[in-house]
């Protein structure tokens, strides 16, 4: 079946340092990707919209210089979070849709950031 | 959907008990809604979808369950193993098919 990968699973990094989230289609090309955020014990959040070929959307409240996002083929999308502070410390989750495939998502297994 | 919650929800259950997960939802035009199952550190995972065309949909020892009037939907869990122990969400889709989730409910299966 159709899966998503994410990379890395898991990241420790100092604050102010910069970090990649990757966020891949394995066997279907997801022109759309959707990024989310989750806090302890919260539901998951929507951050943005990554769209192949475009600029991103960005929800209200969402920082689009800090979250960096990049859609340049059909299967890869990457969150960059910039200038990483402890309160960006935070589980963060990609899905794309199965084109074709009616309304269905598909999840990445998550990326737990803690920024020291 | 609701608003997302400072604390989570918890639902404690036998082992071989049915469980039944409650969920309100806020957009009336909302036409799709799924409900997903979180372990803990992993992504969500896909367990029954319904349309609101429909007031109830079965699957493998899950049933969704659909009032539109009270915007209010639930998942029944049949015969709950310790396997089922997670944190379920319910999930609407807008029409840019972004999800939009519920606050949860932990599900703690005891043995």
């Known amino acids: 079946g159709a899966v998503v990968s994410q990379h890395p699973s898991r990241v420790i990094c100092k604050s102010g340092t910069s970090v990649k989230i990757e966020c891949r289609s394995l066997d279907f090309q997801a022109t759309t990707m959707f990024w989310y955020r989750q806090f302890p014990k919260q539901s998951l959040m929507l951050m943005a919209t990554s769209n192949e070929g475009s600029k991103a959307t960005y929800e209200q409240g969402v920082e689009k210089d800090k979250f960096l996002i990049n859609h340049a083929s059909l299967t890869l999308s990457t969150l960059t979070v910039t200038s990483a502070h402890p309160e960006d410390s935070s589980f963060y989750i990609c899905s794309a849709p199965l084109t074709g495939g009616g309304e269905k998502l598909f999840f990445g297994s998550g990326t737990q950031l803690s920024v020291l | ?111």
């Open chain 2, 1 to 111: 959907g609701e608003s997302v919650g400072l604390h989570l929800p918890t639902l404690s259950v036998q082992e071989g008990d049915n469980s039944i997960i409650n969920c309100a939802y806020s957009n009336s035009a909302s036409d799709y809604f799924i409900w997903y199952k979180q372990e803990s550190g992993k992504g969500p995972q896909f367990i029954i979808d319904i349309r609101s065309n429909m007031d109830k949909r079965q699957g493998q020892r899950v049933t969704v369950l659909l009032n539109k009037t009270v915007k209010h939907l639930s998942l029944q869990i049949a015969a709950t193993q310790p396997g089922d122990s997670a944190v379920y969400f319910c999930a609407e889709i807008g029409s840019a098919r972004q999800l939009t989730f519920g606050s949860g409910t932990q599900l703690t299966v005891l043995p």
